[in-house]
């Protein structure tokens, strides 16, 4: 896992932004290896809610932040991803940024072999070089524009529980309105975007506890608040890791998002997370809880923490 337990988890829980700096030779993005979730729920909401995770205001320039990022990618992981500013290679695909042509330049690794080529032709041109950014990687991005307080351009397959085409265009603090207990983070928006599109590189992690499976969790597809009981066996720790590819000189910043999802008990397995995790809840306000869909199990989740934290939580599930 990507998540850092000790830097996100801590009680009093408070929402806050939470950033720190990356170490100097830290990695910011993940290949998306082929048949593994991340590419294959990509794959899926690519061929078939593409308007959905694609999204931009009219006239958005994002080409320089594309480019960006697929320079990262290719200096950080040469063998998924290769760039030389006119011509994106990964996953056996070639797409050109001029114009968005594409070419199969190798079978792929699952299925028929050439369900990217057949995902990406399917996208309008100009879509078809960040189609294969998003695929070759786990991560999903969105544009920060300091400028304009706004996020003119989202490439974000696997958000958690909001709708990317609802929030393009929209004030970063305007984003973020829903969030409870958020008056922190919404109030630090200006100074947070100053900061993420300097020279330092950021890093944040957000988790929460869920009975949805899935990376993909768009709202029309992820039922919210859909608790009947709580089962163990059926819950899992859902978990992301920000981050920010600066571009002072455009004065914005590439946000990225690597969104995992784990069974509970494996994800808190380690000595000490799931009494750290039961003093995070049993500290948030009745407004997190809400906003998180636990508080109709707050108390048999916080029962089962408390006896994983002891050693002596069931192996099986729990619900009626």
């Known amino acids: 896992m990507?998540?850092?337990?000790?830097?996100?988890?801590?009680?009093?829980?408070?929402?806050?932004?939470?950033?720190r700096r990356l170490a100097p030779a830290a990695l910011q993005l993940t290949p998306a290896a082929p048949g593994l979730p991340?590419?294959?729920e990509k794959l899926a909401v690519l061929s078939?809610?593409?308007?959905?995770?694609?999204?931009?205001?009219?006239?958005?320039?994002?080409?320089?932040?594309?480019?960006?990022?697929?320079?990262?990618?290719?200096a950080e992981h040469p063998g998924t991803m290769q760039w030389d500013g006119e011509v994106a290679s990964a996953l056996g695909v070639e797409v050109r940024a001029a114009?968005?042509?594409?070419?199969?330049?190798?079978?792929?690794?699952?299925?028929?072999?050439?369900?990217?080529?057949?995902?990406?032709?399917?996208?309008?041109?100009?879509?078809?070089?960040?189609?294969?950014?998003?695929?070759?990687?786990?991560?999903?991005?969105?544009?920060?524009?300091?400028?304009?307080?706004?996020?003119?351009?989202?490439?974000?397959?696997?958000?958690?529980?909001?709708?990317p085409e609802s929030k393009v265009g929209r004030h970063f603090a305007e984003v973020h309105a829903p969030v409870a207990d958020g008056d922190t983070l919404r109030r630090a928006s200006a100074a947070l975007m100053q900061m993420v599109s300097g020279d330092t590189r950021w890093e944040?992690?957000?988790?929460?506890?869920?009975?949805?499976?899935?990376l993909h969790a768009h709202p029309q597809r992820a039922p919210h608040k859909s608790w009947l009981s709580f089962d163990p066996l059926q819950a899992w720790w859902r978990s992301e890791r920000q981050t920010f590819i600066p571009l002072p000189e455009r004065r914005q910043a590439m946000f990225t998002i690597l969104v995992e999802v784990t069974p509970l008990a494996q994800a808190l397995a380690a000595p000490g997370h799931a009494a750290g995790v039961h003093a995070a809840i049993a500290s948030m306000t009745s407004a997190v809880l809400h906003y998180r869909g636990l508080q109709a199990v707050r108390d048999p989740l916080l029962e089962w923490l408390a006896r994983t934290a002891a050693g002596d939580a069931p192996a099986t599930s729990t619900a009626e």
């Open 48 to 74: 078939a809610f593409a308007p959905q995770a694609l999204c931009s205001v009219p006239g958005c320039d994002a080409q320089e932040a594309i480019a960006a990022t697929l320079a990262l990618a290719a």
């Open 204 to 214: 944040r992690f957000v988790w929460t506890i869920t009975d949805w499976p899935r």
């Open 2 to 19: 990507a998540f850092d337990f000790d830097a996100a988890v801590g009680a009093p829980f408070r929402m806050q932004p939470g950033l």
């Open 99 to 163: 114009d968005g042509a594409l070419a199969q330049r190798a079978r792929g690794r699952f299925g028929t072999g050439d369900e990217i080529a057949r995902c990406l032709r399917a996208l309008p041109a100009p879509w078809r070089l960040t189609g294969l950014l998003n695929l070759s990687l786990a991560e999903d991005f969105a544009l920060i524009d300091v400028d304009s307080g706004t996020i003119p351009w989202l490439a974000v397959a696997l958000p958690s529980r909001w709708a």
């Open 38 to 40: 991340h590419m294959r």
